[in-house]
């Protein structure tokens, strides 16, 4: 099966700079990536997800890069803010099968 | 989001007890998931369902159990076989597996007396 590792397992920044998130994947058959936020004690939320036949997707402050031929996909988040305070997961899958999850990066954003 | 509802909030599960926790959906989704959340763990797939009654077993499926009679419906069973249920509880559903994105109900934490 699928094999999904996510670093750092905790992340601190200044408010305004940079933060980025790095997943690899095993299965080469794996075509959807897509990244959630989870606030405490809330439901994971979806951030934003790319598919295998793009190489990037960018929404707003948030940015997902993906390198098929290394199998890892990176999440970049800029001018980071206090709300941006979250786990986030990351994820793996394929048609008709279950998804994968990274086991999260806690990001602290200090103002 | 507000389309997934998880009941109840908070459980209470005693000793030798079977519980159920409720998932329903209205967003016509065809595929349902049940995830265990523990602290430093992530998210474990516990059972899936890509149609109505069919469902898969996942990473963790030992000691729950499930039933998918209605396309709206996934209850989760946490049976007395499971000897640490206590956990918070993550329900979701997608149009269908693997390909689309995954909606999430609003958890349920059961804690065991």
């Known amino acids: 099966g699928e094999n999904v590792e996510q670093h750092p397992s905790t992340l601190s920044v200044q408010e305004g700079d940079s933060a980025v998130i790095k997943c690899t994947y095993s299965?080469?058959?794996?075509?959807?990536f897509p990244w959630y936020k989870q606030e405490l004690g809330k439901r994971p939320q979806l951030i934003i997800d790319?598919?295998?036949?793009?190489g990037e997707k960018k929404d707003q402050r948030i940015a997902v890069t993906l390198n098929k031929t290394a199998k890892h996909f990176s999440l970049h988040i800029t001018e980071t803010q206090p709300e941006d305070s979250a786990v986030y997961f990351c994820?793996?899958?394929?048609?008709?099968?279950?998804?994968?999850f990274g086991t999260g990066t806690s990001l602290t954003v200090i103002p | 989001d507000g389309g997934i509802t998880q009941s109840p909030k908070y459980l209470f599960r005693k000793e030798g007890q079977n519980v159920t926790l409720s998932c329903e959906q209205n967003?016509?989704?065809?595929?349902m998931y049940w995830y265990r959340q523990d602290p430093g763990q992530g998210l474990r797939l516990i059972y899936y369902?890509?149609?109505?009654?069919?469902?898969q077993k996942g990473d963790i499926a030992e000691g729950y159990s499930v039933s998918r009679e209605k396309k709206e419906s996934f209850p989760l069973t946490v049976t007395s076989a499971q000897k640490n249920p206590t956990a918070f509880y993550l329900c979701?559903?997608?149009?269908?597996?693997?390909?689309?994105?995954?909606?999430f109900g609003p958890g349920t934490r059961l804690l065991v007396l």
């Open positions: 299965d080469s058959a794996s075509n959807y």
């Open positions: 979701a559903s997608s149009i269908q597996t693997g390909q689309e994105t995954q909606y």
């Open positions: 967003l016509n989704h065809d595929a």
């Open positions: 994820a793996a899958s394929k048609r008709s099968r279950q998804f994968y």
């Open positions: 369902s890509q149609i109505v009654n069919d469902f």
């Open positions: 790319i598919r295998s036949n793009v």
